[in-house]
């Protein structure tokens, strides 16, 4: 099985082959479509990195503290009475 990569635009559901790769016209082939990444992609993988960073730089909030189940727990189900 021979396999060529090239990008092109899809127009009215047609591929249109590049010039150098006119050999193929007539064959039969297999064709698998994948979708150039966008812009908005690439920024929603940035940003998702970035809130990341930013969650690690709270967590000195708890520094110094004793933060264990139990105190949580105490707090969370305490008797109002």
Do not use: C, H
């Amino acid at each position: 099985m021979n396999a060529v990569e090239f990008q092109t635009t899809v127009n009215n559901g047609v591929i249109n082959l590049p010039s150098n790769q006119q050999s193929w016209n007539g064959k039969k082939i297999k064709v698998i479509l994948l979708e150039e990444a966008s812009s908005e992609v690439t920024d929603i993988v940035s940003n998702a990195a970035t809130s990341e960073t930013d969650f690690f730089s709270y967590a000195g909030i708890w520094e110094d503290r004793d933060i264990n189940q139990e105190s949580i727990r105490a707090k969370a189900w305490r008797d109002n009475k």
